[in-house]
Protein backbone atom coordinates (compact mmCIF):
# COMPACT_ATOMS: atom_id res chain seq x y z
CA UNK A 1 0.00 0.00 0.00
CA UNK A 2 1.07 3.33 -1.09
CA UNK A 3 2.51 5.82 1.48
CA UNK A 4 0.91 9.00 1.94
CA UNK A 5 4.16 11.03 0.09
CA UNK A 6 3.46 8.50 -2.35
CA UNK A 7 0.16 8.98 -3.13
CA UNK A 8 -0.21 10.96 -6.67
CA UNK A 9 -0.80 14.74 -5.78
CA UNK A 10 -3.27 16.62 -7.63
CA UNK A 11 -2.43 19.36 -9.35
CA UNK A 12 -3.04 22.85 -8.14
CA UNK A 13 -4.43 24.27 -11.01
CA UNK A 14 -7.64 22.79 -12.23
CA UNK A 15 -8.46 24.47 -15.37
CA UNK A 16 -5.57 25.07 -17.93
CA UNK A 17 -6.02 27.23 -21.14
CA UNK A 18 -3.53 28.11 -23.54
CA UNK A 19 -4.41 30.12 -27.03
CA UNK A 20 -7.82 28.49 -27.32
CA UNK A 21 -9.99 29.57 -30.39
CA UNK A 22 -13.36 28.09 -31.90
CA UNK A 23 -14.23 29.04 -35.32
CA UNK A 24 -17.83 28.27 -36.78
CA UNK A 25 -18.58 27.70 -40.41
CA UNK A 26 -20.78 30.10 -42.28
CA UNK A 27 -22.49 29.65 -45.62
CA UNK A 28 -21.47 26.55 -48.10
CA UNK A 29 -23.85 24.57 -47.28
CA UNK A 30 -24.05 21.40 -45.42
CA UNK A 31 -22.40 19.46 -48.06
CA UNK A 32 -19.39 21.36 -48.82
CA UNK A 33 -18.92 22.06 -45.13
CA UNK A 34 -18.92 18.06 -44.97
CA UNK A 35 -15.88 18.36 -48.20
CA UNK A 36 -14.03 20.80 -46.57
CA UNK A 37 -13.50 18.60 -43.36
CA UNK A 38 -13.57 15.32 -44.75
CA UNK A 39 -11.38 15.84 -47.97
CA UNK A 40 -9.49 19.97 -47.77
CA UNK A 41 -7.35 18.80 -50.52
CA UNK A 42 -10.64 18.37 -52.91
CA UNK A 43 -12.21 21.64 -51.53
CA UNK A 44 -9.22 23.88 -52.25
CA UNK A 45 -10.94 23.44 -56.13
CA UNK A 46 -14.21 24.44 -55.19
CA UNK A 47 -14.80 28.49 -56.41
CA UNK A 48 -14.45 31.20 -53.75
CA UNK A 49 -17.94 32.34 -53.66
CA UNK A 50 -19.30 28.23 -52.83
CA UNK A 51 -16.78 27.91 -49.78
CA UNK A 52 -17.54 28.47 -46.16
CA UNK A 53 -16.15 31.34 -44.29
CA UNK A 54 -15.09 31.03 -40.33
CA UNK A 55 -16.42 32.85 -37.77
CA UNK A 56 -14.29 33.13 -34.52
CA UNK A 57 -16.44 32.88 -31.94
CA UNK A 58 -13.28 32.42 -29.48
CA UNK A 59 -9.56 33.15 -30.09
CA UNK A 60 -6.22 33.45 -27.99
CA UNK A 61 -8.01 33.10 -24.90
CA UNK A 62 -4.85 31.83 -21.93
CA UNK A 63 -6.13 31.69 -18.38
CA UNK A 64 -5.91 29.35 -15.57
CA UNK A 65 -7.68 28.61 -12.08
CA UNK A 66 -6.42 27.38 -9.17
CA UNK A 67 -8.51 24.72 -6.80
CA UNK A 68 -11.57 26.46 -4.59
CA UNK A 69 -11.48 29.42 -6.67
CA UNK A 70 -14.29 31.17 -8.76
CA UNK A 71 -13.79 32.45 -11.90
CA UNK A 72 -16.10 34.86 -13.69
CA UNK A 73 -16.67 35.82 -17.08
CA UNK A 74 -17.91 39.20 -18.21
CA UNK A 75 -18.79 40.90 -21.67
CA UNK A 76 -21.47 42.11 -23.85
CA UNK A 77 -23.46 39.78 -25.67
CA UNK A 78 -21.82 37.75 -28.66
CA UNK A 79 -18.44 38.38 -26.59
CA UNK A 80 -17.76 34.95 -26.83
CA UNK A 81 -18.49 34.01 -22.81
CA UNK A 82 -20.52 31.01 -24.01
CA UNK A 83 -18.82 29.88 -26.04
CA UNK A 84 -15.85 29.50 -23.78
CA UNK A 85 -18.19 27.33 -21.19
CA UNK A 86 -19.17 25.32 -24.00
CA UNK A 87 -15.52 24.47 -24.76
CA UNK A 88 -14.62 23.93 -20.87
CA UNK A 89 -17.74 21.72 -20.79
CA UNK A 90 -16.64 19.42 -23.48
CA UNK A 91 -20.02 20.52 -25.46
CA UNK A 92 -17.79 22.21 -28.14
CA UNK A 93 -14.19 21.06 -29.65
CA UNK A 94 -11.50 23.93 -30.16
CA UNK A 95 -10.10 24.51 -33.33
CA UNK A 96 -6.99 25.66 -32.22
CA UNK A 97 -5.12 25.32 -28.47
CA UNK A 98 -5.29 23.52 -25.82
CA UNK A 99 -7.28 23.31 -22.48
CA UNK A 100 -7.23 20.78 -19.87
CA UNK A 101 -9.57 20.11 -16.75
CA UNK A 102 -8.00 18.42 -13.95
CA UNK A 103 -10.89 17.41 -12.13
CA UNK A 104 -14.44 16.17 -12.39
CA UNK A 105 -16.85 18.49 -13.71
CA UNK A 106 -20.49 19.52 -14.32
CA UNK A 107 -22.21 22.57 -16.29
CA UNK A 108 -25.38 23.90 -16.32
CA UNK A 109 -25.08 26.29 -19.55
CA UNK A 110 -29.02 26.55 -20.23
CA UNK A 111 -31.56 25.09 -17.45
CA UNK A 112 -33.03 22.01 -18.25
CA UNK A 113 -30.68 21.32 -21.03
CA UNK A 114 -30.52 17.07 -21.75
CA UNK A 115 -34.09 16.49 -20.14
CA UNK A 116 -35.93 13.74 -21.70
CA UNK A 117 -39.54 15.76 -22.22
CA UNK A 118 -41.18 12.23 -21.69
CA UNK A 119 -39.47 10.54 -18.37
CA UNK A 120 -40.39 12.27 -15.25
CA UNK A 121 -38.26 14.03 -13.31
CA UNK A 122 -36.91 11.31 -10.77
CA UNK A 123 -35.88 9.25 -14.18
CA UNK A 124 -34.01 11.99 -15.69
CA UNK A 125 -32.32 12.43 -12.56
CA UNK A 126 -31.78 8.96 -11.86
CA UNK A 127 -30.84 8.43 -15.96
CA UNK A 128 -28.29 11.95 -15.57
CA UNK A 129 -26.52 10.37 -12.51
CA UNK A 130 -25.92 7.22 -14.12
CA UNK A 131 -24.65 8.71 -17.42
CA UNK A 132 -21.93 10.47 -15.25
CA UNK A 133 -20.75 7.10 -13.25
CA UNK A 134 -22.55 7.03 -10.31
CA UNK A 135 -24.80 3.70 -8.88
CA UNK A 136 -28.25 2.79 -8.30
CA UNK A 137 -27.65 2.87 -5.13
CA UNK A 138 -26.36 6.47 -4.86
CA UNK A 139 -28.81 7.81 -7.39
CA UNK A 140 -32.21 6.37 -5.51
CA UNK A 141 -30.21 8.48 -2.45
CA UNK A 142 -29.91 11.39 -4.62
CA UNK A 143 -33.47 11.78 -6.45
CA UNK A 144 -34.59 12.65 -2.96
CA UNK A 145 -32.77 14.95 -2.12
CA UNK A 146 -32.62 16.38 -5.60
CA UNK A 147 -36.67 16.63 -5.37
CA UNK A 148 -36.47 18.30 -1.58
CA UNK A 149 -34.17 20.87 -3.07
CA UNK A 150 -36.35 21.60 -6.30
CA UNK A 151 -39.31 21.56 -4.43
CA UNK A 152 -41.43 19.70 -6.71
CA UNK A 153 -43.10 17.38 -4.75
CA UNK A 154 -45.24 14.68 -6.68
CA UNK A 155 -44.74 16.75 -9.86
CA UNK A 156 -41.06 15.15 -9.56
CA UNK A 157 -43.14 11.40 -11.03
CA UNK A 158 -44.88 13.44 -13.73
CA UNK A 159 -43.11 13.75 -16.99
CA UNK A 160 -40.79 16.99 -17.71
CA UNK A 161 -43.10 17.97 -20.28
CA UNK A 162 -45.69 18.80 -18.01
CA UNK A 163 -43.46 21.20 -16.00
CA UNK A 164 -43.48 24.82 -15.72
CA UNK A 165 -40.63 26.58 -16.70
CA UNK A 166 -39.86 27.41 -12.90
CA UNK A 167 -40.15 23.76 -12.08
CA UNK A 168 -37.47 23.02 -14.75
CA UNK A 169 -35.34 25.61 -14.26
CA UNK A 170 -35.30 24.47 -10.45
CA UNK A 171 -35.06 20.97 -11.21
CA UNK A 172 -31.86 21.32 -13.45
CA UNK A 173 -29.99 23.37 -11.07
CA UNK A 174 -30.68 21.04 -8.31
CA UNK A 175 -29.65 18.21 -10.64
CA UNK A 176 -26.08 20.07 -11.69
CA UNK A 177 -25.38 21.44 -7.75
CA UNK A 178 -26.50 17.79 -6.45
CA UNK A 179 -23.57 15.93 -8.33
CA UNK A 180 -20.81 17.09 -6.36
CA UNK A 181 -18.15 17.86 -8.76
CA UNK A 182 -14.52 19.56 -8.28
CA UNK A 183 -15.37 22.31 -10.88
CA UNK A 184 -18.78 23.61 -11.64
CA UNK A 185 -19.73 26.04 -14.73
CA UNK A 186 -22.67 28.05 -15.00
CA UNK A 187 -24.51 30.04 -17.23
CA UNK A 188 -26.86 32.65 -16.46
CA UNK A 189 -28.62 31.12 -13.63
CA UNK A 190 -29.40 33.59 -11.23
CA UNK A 191 -32.82 34.22 -12.14
CA UNK A 192 -33.81 30.53 -11.18
CA UNK A 193 -37.49 30.65 -9.62
CA UNK A 194 -38.84 32.53 -6.92
CA UNK A 195 -36.64 34.99 -4.55
CA UNK A 196 -36.79 32.43 -1.76
CA UNK A 197 -35.25 29.79 -4.41
CA UNK A 198 -32.90 32.14 -5.37
CA UNK A 199 -31.51 32.30 -1.74
CA UNK A 200 -31.39 28.71 -1.71
CA UNK A 201 -29.59 28.32 -4.86
CA UNK A 202 -26.72 31.63 -4.15
CA UNK A 203 -26.48 29.03 -0.13
CA UNK A 204 -25.78 26.15 -1.80
CA UNK A 205 -23.00 28.04 -4.18
CA UNK A 206 -21.43 29.00 -1.05
CA UNK A 207 -21.52 26.30 0.43
CA UNK A 208 -19.99 24.61 -2.44
CA UNK A 209 -17.15 26.68 -2.68
CA UNK A 210 -16.59 26.90 1.21
CA UNK A 211 -16.29 22.77 0.94
CA UNK A 212 -12.97 23.31 -2.23
CA UNK A 213 -15.22 23.50 -5.03
CA UNK A 214 -14.03 25.66 -7.82
CA UNK A 215 -16.87 27.66 -9.55
CA UNK A 216 -16.84 29.61 -12.81
CA UNK A 217 -19.76 31.92 -13.23
CA UNK A 218 -20.93 33.39 -16.70
CA UNK A 219 -23.63 36.28 -15.73
CA UNK A 220 -24.25 40.41 -16.46
CA UNK A 221 -25.06 41.34 -13.32
CA UNK A 222 -21.54 42.65 -12.31
CA UNK A 223 -22.57 42.92 -9.06
CA UNK A 224 -22.72 38.79 -8.40
CA UNK A 225 -19.75 38.72 -10.07
CA UNK A 226 -17.54 41.02 -7.60
CA UNK A 227 -19.17 39.42 -4.31
CA UNK A 228 -19.29 35.58 -5.95
CA UNK A 229 -15.90 35.59 -7.65
CA UNK A 230 -11.89 36.00 -7.07
CA UNK A 231 -11.06 36.25 -10.28
CA UNK A 232 -13.15 37.28 -13.47
CA UNK A 233 -12.23 37.77 -17.24
CA UNK A 234 -13.21 40.60 -19.67
CA UNK A 235 -14.37 39.16 -23.10
CA UNK A 236 -14.99 41.55 -26.42
CA UNK A 237 -15.21 40.11 -29.39
CA UNK A 238 -14.26 36.66 -28.59
CA UNK A 239 -10.97 38.21 -27.34
CA UNK A 240 -9.50 38.32 -23.74
CA UNK A 241 -9.52 41.99 -23.11
CA UNK A 242 -8.48 41.74 -19.66
CA UNK A 243 -8.00 39.27 -16.54
CA UNK A 244 -7.79 39.53 -13.01
CA UNK A 245 -9.25 40.12 -9.59
CA UNK A 246 -12.84 40.34 -9.91
CA UNK A 247 -13.43 44.09 -8.66
CA UNK A 248 -10.61 45.31 -10.89
CA UNK A 249 -11.85 43.95 -13.98
CA UNK A 250 -15.69 44.36 -13.33
CA UNK A 251 -14.87 48.10 -12.48
CA UNK A 252 -13.01 48.27 -15.66
CA UNK A 253 -15.43 46.79 -18.48
CA UNK A 254 -17.56 49.30 -16.38
CA UNK A 255 -15.75 52.05 -17.09
CA UNK A 256 -15.60 51.02 -20.74
CA UNK A 257 -19.52 50.46 -21.04
CA UNK A 258 -20.64 53.60 -19.19
CA UNK A 259 -22.15 51.95 -16.13
CA UNK A 260 -20.95 51.07 -12.36
CA UNK A 261 -20.94 47.51 -11.02
CA UNK A 262 -23.24 47.94 -8.25
CA UNK A 263 -25.82 49.68 -10.92
CA UNK A 264 -25.59 46.14 -13.12
CA UNK A 265 -27.54 43.58 -10.95
CA UNK A 266 -30.94 43.05 -12.85
CA UNK A 267 -33.05 42.04 -10.35
CA UNK A 268 -36.30 44.09 -9.84
CA UNK A 269 -37.07 45.80 -6.64
CA UNK A 270 -38.31 43.87 -3.81
CA UNK A 271 -41.37 46.26 -2.00
CA UNK A 272 -42.74 44.19 0.80
CA UNK A 273 -41.62 40.75 0.95
CA UNK A 274 -44.24 38.60 2.54
CA UNK A 275 -41.94 36.87 5.67
CA UNK A 276 -38.09 37.11 6.58
CA UNK A 277 -35.83 40.61 6.98
CA UNK A 278 -37.69 43.33 6.21
CA UNK A 279 -36.71 47.05 6.01
CA UNK A 280 -39.94 49.37 8.23
CA UNK A 281 -38.87 52.35 7.07
CA UNK A 282 -35.78 54.34 5.72
CA UNK A 283 -35.86 58.40 6.17
CA UNK A 284 -33.50 61.18 5.32
CA UNK A 285 -31.88 63.73 8.58
CA UNK A 286 -29.67 66.72 9.10
CA UNK A 287 -27.20 65.75 10.49
CA UNK A 288 -27.14 68.89 12.94
CA UNK A 289 -30.41 69.84 13.90
CA UNK A 290 -31.58 66.24 13.83
CA UNK A 291 -35.01 66.67 12.15
CA UNK A 292 -36.20 64.79 8.99
CA UNK A 293 -35.15 66.39 5.91
CA UNK A 294 -35.92 66.35 1.72
CA UNK A 295 -33.40 68.98 0.61
CA UNK A 296 -30.03 70.55 1.50
CA UNK A 297 -27.20 72.26 0.28
CA UNK A 298 -23.86 70.97 -0.96
CA UNK A 299 -21.69 70.58 2.27
CA UNK A 300 -24.47 69.74 4.54
CA UNK A 301 -23.82 66.77 7.14
CA UNK A 302 -26.81 64.27 6.64
CA UNK A 303 -28.14 61.01 8.13
CA UNK A 304 -29.58 58.09 6.54
CA UNK A 305 -31.65 55.67 9.15
CA UNK A 306 -32.99 52.54 8.40
CA UNK A 307 -35.57 50.78 10.37
CA UNK A 308 -35.13 47.09 10.01
CA UNK A 309 -36.52 43.98 11.39
CA UNK A 310 -35.33 40.34 11.15
CA UNK A 311 -36.83 37.67 13.19
CA UNK A 312 -34.44 34.69 12.58
CA UNK A 313 -31.12 36.43 13.01
CA UNK A 314 -29.13 33.21 13.27
CA UNK A 315 -30.30 31.53 10.86
CA UNK A 316 -30.55 34.47 8.19
CA UNK A 317 -28.19 37.43 9.12
CA UNK A 318 -28.43 40.59 7.53
CA UNK A 319 -26.40 43.15 6.16
CA UNK A 320 -27.87 46.52 4.71
CA UNK A 321 -27.07 49.10 1.61
CA UNK A 322 -27.63 52.47 1.15
CA UNK A 323 -27.09 53.74 -2.89
CA UNK A 324 -27.57 57.02 -4.11
CA UNK A 325 -28.76 57.61 -7.66
CA UNK A 326 -29.17 60.99 -9.27
CA UNK A 327 -32.13 61.62 -11.54
CA UNK A 328 -31.35 59.81 -14.97
CA UNK A 329 -30.22 56.78 -13.62
CA UNK A 330 -26.62 57.14 -13.01
CA UNK A 331 -25.19 55.57 -9.59
CA UNK A 332 -22.67 58.36 -7.47
CA UNK A 333 -22.71 56.13 -4.71
CA UNK A 334 -22.95 52.89 -2.95
CA UNK A 335 -21.99 52.06 0.51
CA UNK A 336 -22.84 48.37 2.72
CA UNK A 337 -22.66 47.69 5.94
CA UNK A 338 -20.77 44.74 4.72
CA UNK A 339 -18.22 46.67 2.89
CA UNK A 340 -17.30 48.35 5.95
CA UNK A 341 -17.16 45.31 8.58
CA UNK A 342 -20.07 46.33 10.37
CA UNK A 343 -22.72 43.88 11.37
CA UNK A 344 -26.26 44.19 12.51
CA UNK A 345 -27.42 42.39 15.42
CA UNK A 346 -30.27 41.47 16.88
CA UNK A 347 -34.20 40.88 16.22
CA UNK A 348 -34.86 44.58 14.85
CA UNK A 349 -33.39 48.15 15.17
CA UNK A 350 -32.26 51.26 13.45
CA UNK A 351 -29.13 51.69 10.91
CA UNK A 352 -27.87 54.77 10.95
CA UNK A 353 -25.40 56.19 7.87
CA UNK A 354 -23.45 59.44 8.78
CA UNK A 355 -22.42 61.52 5.78
CA UNK A 356 -20.74 64.41 7.07
CA UNK A 357 -20.05 67.36 4.62
CA UNK A 358 -22.03 65.53 1.32
CA UNK A 359 -19.79 66.40 -1.36
CA UNK A 360 -22.67 66.03 -3.93
CA UNK A 361 -23.73 68.90 -6.02
CA UNK A 362 -26.91 70.55 -6.86
CA UNK A 363 -29.27 67.40 -8.28
CA UNK A 364 -31.98 65.41 -7.45
CA UNK A 365 -31.32 61.32 -6.05
CA UNK A 366 -33.28 58.80 -5.07
CA UNK A 367 -31.84 57.61 -1.72
CA UNK A 368 -32.76 53.82 -1.79
CA UNK A 369 -31.80 51.13 1.05
CA UNK A 370 -30.84 47.61 0.87
CA UNK A 371 -31.58 44.70 3.09
CA UNK A 372 -29.12 42.06 2.00
CA UNK A 373 -28.30 38.33 3.31
CA UNK A 374 -25.17 37.92 5.34
CA UNK A 375 -22.99 37.48 2.32
CA UNK A 376 -24.50 40.71 1.02
CA UNK A 377 -24.81 38.86 -2.36
CA UNK A 378 -28.89 37.91 -2.14
CA UNK A 379 -31.22 41.25 -1.87
CA UNK A 380 -34.00 40.56 0.80
CA UNK A 381 -36.27 43.98 0.09
CA UNK A 382 -34.99 47.78 -1.59
CA UNK A 383 -36.78 50.24 -0.16
CA UNK A 384 -36.32 54.22 -1.29
CA UNK A 385 -36.88 56.97 0.84
CA UNK A 386 -40.65 58.54 0.89
CA UNK A 387 -39.29 61.41 -1.59
CA UNK A 388 -35.90 62.13 -3.31
CA UNK A 389 -33.10 64.57 -2.10
CA UNK A 390 -33.28 67.64 -3.37
CA UNK A 391 -29.35 70.01 -3.29
CA UNK A 392 -29.53 72.88 -4.22
CA UNK A 393 -26.54 75.46 -4.14
CA UNK A 394 -25.30 78.86 -4.55
CA UNK A 395 -21.96 78.11 -6.10
CA UNK A 396 -21.02 77.67 -9.68
CA UNK A 397 -19.53 74.87 -9.53
CA UNK A 398 -20.12 72.54 -12.09
CA UNK A 399 -20.28 68.55 -11.96
CA UNK A 400 -21.65 65.69 -9.50
CA UNK A 401 -19.57 66.59 -6.97
CA UNK A 402 -17.22 69.09 -5.00
CA UNK A 403 -13.86 67.18 -4.89
CA UNK A 404 -11.40 68.62 -1.26
CA UNK A 405 -8.64 70.84 -3.27
CA UNK A 406 -6.63 73.77 -3.30
CA UNK A 407 -4.61 75.91 -5.80
CA UNK A 408 -1.08 76.81 -5.45
CA UNK A 409 1.02 79.39 -8.06
CA UNK A 410 4.85 78.27 -8.38
CA UNK A 411 7.47 80.69 -10.16
CA UNK A 412 7.72 79.71 -13.80
CA UNK A 413 10.02 77.12 -15.04
CA UNK A 414 10.32 74.46 -17.80
CA UNK A 415 7.78 71.23 -17.61
CA UNK A 416 9.59 68.05 -17.00
CA UNK A 417 10.23 65.53 -19.63
CA UNK A 418 6.82 63.79 -20.41
CA UNK A 419 6.91 60.08 -19.02
CA UNK A 420 6.16 57.51 -21.81
CA UNK A 421 3.08 55.44 -21.67
CA UNK A 422 3.75 51.70 -21.08
CA UNK A 423 2.21 49.63 -23.23
CA UNK A 424 0.17 47.22 -20.98
CA UNK A 425 -2.39 45.68 -23.43
CA UNK A 426 -0.26 42.90 -24.00
CA UNK A 427 0.14 42.37 -20.21
CA UNK A 428 -3.06 41.74 -19.58
CA UNK A 429 -4.15 39.51 -22.07
CA UNK A 430 -1.58 37.41 -21.14
CA UNK A 431 -2.66 37.73 -17.39
CA UNK A 432 -3.36 34.44 -15.74
CA UNK A 433 -6.46 34.10 -14.05
CA UNK A 434 -4.92 31.59 -11.14
Given at each position: MPTRSELPRRPEKIVEAENLGKAYALGGGPLVRAVEVLCPALAEFLPAERRSTRRWALRHASFS????????????????KSTLLKTLAGTAAPNEGRYRVNGTLTSLLE???????????????????VLLGRSAREMKALCEEVNEFAELGEAFDEPVRTYSTGMGMRLGFAV?????????????VFAVGDLAFQKKCIDRLLAFRAGGGSLILCSHSLYDIRQMCDRALWLHGGELIEAGGSAAVTNAYAAAHGEHPENARGAPPILE?????RIRAARIFDGTSGRETRGCAPGTDLEVRVWWENPSPRKTPVQLGITLTRRGGDLCAGLGTHLDGVTLEGKSG?????????????GTFTVTAILFDGQGIHRYQERPTPADLVITGEGAEVGLVRLAHSWEQRAACAPPPAEPVPDTQDGKNKESAA
Amino acid sequence: MPTRSELPRRPEKIVEAENLGKAYALGGGPLVRAVEVLCPALAEFLPAERRSTRRWALRHASFSLKRGQALGLVGVNGAGKSTLLKTLAGTAAPNEGRYRVNGTLTSLLELGTGFHPDFTGRENVFLNGVLLGRSAREMKALCEEVNEFAELGEAFDEPVRTYSTGMGMRLGFAVATAQEPELLILDEVFAVGDLAFQKKCIDRLLAFRAGGGSLILCSHSLYDIRQMCDRALWLHGGELIEAGGSAAVTNAYAAAHGEHPENARGAPPILEPPVGPRIRAARIFDGTSGRETRGCAPGTDLEVRVWWENPSPRKTPVQLGITLTRRGGDLCAGLGTHLDGVTLEGKSGCCVLRLPALPLLSGTFTVTAILFDGQGIHRYQERPTPADLVITGEGAEVGLVRLAHSWEQRAACAPPPAEPVPDTQDGKNKESAA
